[in-house]
């Protein structure tokens, strides 16, 4: 179990140069917050290198991306990518010629959730021939990256892969009543995941979220002994989850979205982080707030931590925050103003039936029927305060935490001594506050 260890003060400027190296070990699909380290990159005048996690063929084989399909990857990355598949996970792994995971669930019916298992030694042998491919592809990666960089660049070594969610269509309308369901549709977080295909879902999860940080820190040992030699740096930066701290009732609490079942495996990669941090190697997992991703809407509800921010940046910086609340206040239906919005958000986050639950030492937490209907009942609420519910404040409030974020945790990776730290609300106030934050508002 981490200890709590939030940021409360700005990073000493870092070192970091024009000829300094970022690598980002993940592929960026869409806007999220792996964006946010590219954006500070850039700024700083560092080289952008990627990875990608590579394609299916139709026949489930993985290959690396097409020319046109690596264009495409770098133009939304900014810089080059090594186009050799670093895809985490077992789901679609044949050990001895055996139907993947994926396969097996294709007529599988959701309702029978909770009577469907797998061998135990299948899933083991799937896992370990998902471990042995990324391992083997990711020590061609590091050989690349050897050719790519020069041994006295810094290099900032970033870890963005997350999820874990088996490929196959059983999952999503079972995902969706644990989530999202309410009345009979409701289904309990607790039983679903103590189930066989529960525990499934949690080794996956462990493998691809929290692991092949372990994985990465291994490989890129040769990096860190020639950057050693050379007098230069190799510091790895991984993102966490581990509730967040926001204002409620005008006073930052730490609180957490729930039933949040990703988090063991946050905690295992934050178990990682503390591991290389006793063998001497500069890793930090930043444990980041909720913010609405493409990959976050099955989570409704994981939006409403978000809107305290508004409050928050417009006490720490008034005048520079008007552009951004303003933009905000615009998406706004007749009627309806961000001071609606954030009371109802901190009326919900300040409820007994949502607070008094969470504990930061028993996180993560399952929720009960009660909890969940509250949440995805003020979120709808919300939503409609909206003109268009495809343009959200939240959106706007998510994309300054992922800038944010981004540019604390770079600065932070200069100098950073713990394994784990948490970016609350507070910090990155303070940050767009800040004169050196202030164009994170733009």
Same mark, same amino acid.
């Given at each position: 179990?981490?200890?709590?260890?939030?940021?409360?003060?700005?990073p000493v400027?870092?070192?970091?140069?024009?000829?300094?190296v970022?690598v980002?070990?993940?592929?960026?699909?869409?806007?999220?917050y792996?964006?946010?380290?590219?954006e500070?990159?850039?700024?700083?005048g560092?080289?952008?290198i990627g990875?990608t996690?590579?394609?299916?063929?139709?026949?489930?084989?993985?290959?690396?991306?097409?020319?046109?399909?690596l264009?495409?990857?770098e133009n939304?990355?900014?810089?080059?990518?090594?186009?050799?598949?670093?895809?985490?996970g077992?789901?679609?792994e044949?050990?001895?010629g055996?139907?993947?995971v994926s396969?097996?669930?294709?007529?599988?019916?959701p309702?029978d959730?909770?009577?469907?298992?797998?061998?135990t030694?299948?899933?083991?042998?799937?896992?370990?021939?998902?471990?042995?491919?990324?391992?083997?592809?990711?020590?061609l990666v590091?050989?690349?990256?050897?050719?790519?960089?020069p041994?006295?660049?810094n290099?900032?070594?970033?870890?963005?892969?997350?999820?874990?969610?088996?490929?196959?269509?059983f999952?999503m309308p079972?995902?969706?009543?644990?989530?999202?369901g309410?009345?009979?549709?409701?289904?309990?977080?607790?039983?679903?995941?103590?189930?066989?295909i529960?525990?499934?879902?949690d080794?996956?999860?462990?493998?691809v979220?929290?692991?092949t940080?372990?994985?990465l820190?291994?490989?890129t040992?040769?990096l860190?002994q020639?950057?050693?030699n050379?007098?230069?740096?190799?510091?790895?930066?991984?993102?966490?989850?581990h509730?967040?701290?926001?204002m409620?009732n005008?006073q930052?609490?730490w609180?957490?979205?729930?039933p949040?079942?990703q988090?063991?495996?946050?905690?295992r990669?934050e178990?990682?982080?503390l591991?290389?941090r006793?063998?001497?190697?500069? %890793? /930090?997992?930043?444990?980041c707030?909720?913010?609405?991703?493409? #990959?976050?809407? &099955?989570?409704?509800?994981? !939006? +409403?931590?978000?809107?305290?921010? %508004? /409050?928050?940046?417009?006490?720490?910086?008034?005048?520079?925050? #008007?552009?951004? &609340?303003?933009?905000?206040? !615009? +998406?706004?239906?007749?009627?309806?103003?961000l001071?609606?919005l954030?009371?109802?958000?901190?009326?919900y986050?300040a409820?007994?039936l949502?607070n008094n639950? +969470?504990?930061?030492e028993?996180?993560?937490q399952?929720?009960?029927?009660?909890?969940?209907?509250?949440?995805?009942?003020?979120?709808?609420?919300?939503?409609?305060?909206?003109?268009?519910?495809?343009?959200?404040?939240?959106?706007?409030?998510?994309r300054?935490?992922?800038?944010?974020?981004?540019?604390?945790?770079?600065?932070?990776?200069w100098s950073?001594?713990?394994?784990?730290?948490?970016?609350?609300?507070d910090?990155i106030s303070?940050?767009?506050g800040?004169?050196?934050?202030?164009d994170l508002?733009?």
């Open positions: 179990m981490s200890e709590y260890c939030p940021m409360t003060a700005l400027k870092a070192g970091y140069k024009a000829g300094d970022l980002l070990v993940g592929e960026l699909f869409g806007r999220g792996a964006n946010g380290l590219q500070e990159a850039v700024r700083l560092m080289e952008v990875t996690v590579g394609r299916r063929n139709s026949d489930g084989s993985l290959r690396p991306l097409t020319a046109e399909e264009v495409e990857a939304l990355l900014g810089g080059s990518i090594i186009n050799i598949p670093l895809e985490a077992f789901d679609m044949t050990p001895d055996a139907p993947s396969e097996r669930l294709k007529k599988a019916k309702d959730w909770d009577s469907i298992s797998f061998e030694s299948f899933v083991e042998q799937a896992c370990m021939a998902g471990k042995n491919r990324f391992i083997s592809n990711l020590k590091v050989e690349e990256l050897e050719k790519r960089i041994a006295t660049a290099i900032v070594i970033a870890h963005t892969m997350a999820g874990g969610i088996p490929r196959a269509r999952f079972l995902l969706n009543r644990v989530f999202k309410t009345g009979d549709k409701y289904l309990a977080s607790e039983p679903f995941w103590k189930s066989s529960g525990q499934l879902c080794k996956s999860f462990n493998e979220t929290a692991d940080f372990s994985y820190l291994e490989a040992a040769p860190r020639r950057a050693e050379a007098g230069a740096s190799v510091a790895y930066t991984a993102y966490g989850y509730g967040t701290s926001v409620i005008e930052f609490r609180q957490s979205y729930t949040y079942l988090g063991f495996a946050k905690m990669l178990g990682h982080a591991s290389a006793q063998h001497g190697i500069n %890793a /930090t997992v930043f444990n707030p909720e913010i609405l991703t493409n #990959s976050s809407a &099955l989570f409704l509800g994981v !939006e +409403l931590s978000l809107y305290p921010l %508004a /409050t928050a940046i417009r006490q720490a910086a008034p005048k520079k925050s #008007s552009p951004l &609340l303003g933009r905000c206040a !615009e +998406l706004l239906a007749d009627g309806y103003s001071e609606h954030t009371s109802a958000a901190n009326d986050l409820t007994p949502i639950p +969470l504990s930061f028993g996180w993560p399952h929720s009960t029927q009660e909890q969940m209907e509250l949440m995805l009942k003020t979120s709808s609420c919300l939503m409609e305060m909206h003109r268009d519910q495809k343009q959200l404040v939240c959106s706007e409030l998510s300054l935490v992922f800038r944010s974020t981004g540019r604390l945790m770079i600065q932070a990776s950073s001594a713990e394994p784990s730290v948490w970016l609350n609300h910090i303070g940050l767009v800040d004169c050196s934050g202030a508002l733009e």
